[in-house]
């Protein structure tokens, strides 16, 4: 079935690195991707990665993906107070729609 | 280019009512999903529209429906609205070419609050 599933809380210190995990369970998963939400605001696309890929990378942003235990990261460097929001993981098999998310993690960061 | 807008932006009703929403999506872009969002269930997939069908369809009750205009524009009806249908409904908009990626943008969302 479609299941993506990711921790609920995280926090850092102003500086320091973020990584938000996320594990899904459709193996036909082509585009895996990761949003941001700030408080009443709508969804932001933050990056994607194709399914054939195993890293990308994008300024502070680099996404890991290991296919073989589906599990998907996103590491933001030097974490800023402004990136404190709710980042969700999410998965499609075609192209954008149909779009499975998780739970989403909701950063805290520390001044 | 202007982004996906949503109206209403907030949306009151009570229990047994129906309600519509309405999603303009960006210009030339020819699919439009819909999105319910709430505390407990998170972000869950209602349905997609492409060329006026519905060519994606999540888990949710014959009370939610929607339909396309030629427009691309669409609409999304709740019937017998159920304090459980508050909830922050978003709409993303895509070209909706199926062979390759395709962002999807989203509205800012309309919140409904069922008394």
């Known amino acids: 079935g479609e299941d993506v599933e990711q921790s609920l809380f995280l926090s850092v210190r102003e500086g320091d690195s973020s990584v938000i995990n996320c594990t899904y369970t459709?193996?036909?998963?082509?585009?895996l991707y990761w949003y941001k939400q700030e408080p009443g605001a709508g969804l932001q696309l933050l990056t994607y990665?194709?399914?054939?890929?195993d890293m990308k990378q994008d300024q502070r942003l680099t996404v890991l993906l290991n296919k073989k235990d589906k599990h998907l990261s996103l590491r933001i460097a030097d974490t800023q107070t402004g990136d404190s929001a709710i980042y969700f993981c999410?998965?499609?098999?075609?192209?954008?729609?149909?779009?499975?998310f998780g739970a989403g993690t909701r950063l805290f960061v520390k001044a | 280019k202007a982004g996906v807008t949503q109206t209403p932006r907030y949306l009151i009703k009570t229990r047994g009512q129906q309600v519509t929403l309405s999603c303009s999506p960006i210009?030339?872009?020819?699919?439009v999903s819909w999105y319910q969002q709430t505390p407990g269930q998170g972000l869950q997939f209602l349905f997609e529209?492409?060329?006026?069908?519905?060519?994606n369809k999540g888990n949710f009750p014959g009370r939610f429906s929607g339909r396309q205009f030629s427009n691309s524009r669409s609409e999304m009806n709740v019937s017998t609205l159920e304090l459980g249908d508050s909830a922050l409904y978003l709409c993303?908009?895509?070209?909706?070419?199926?062979?390759?990626?395709?962002?999807?943008?989203f509205g800012p969302g309309t919140r409904l609050t069922v008394l």
């Open positions: 993303a908009s895509s070209l909706g070419d199926s062979n390759s990626y395709n962002e999807q943008f």
């Open positions: 459709d193996s036909s998963s082509t585009y």
């Open positions: 990665i194709f399914s054939n890929m």
């Open positions: 999410a998965e499609s098999r075609g192209g954008g729609f149909k779009t499975i």
């Open positions: 210009s030339g872009h020819r699919s």
């Open positions: 529209y492409f060329s006026e069908t519905q060519r």
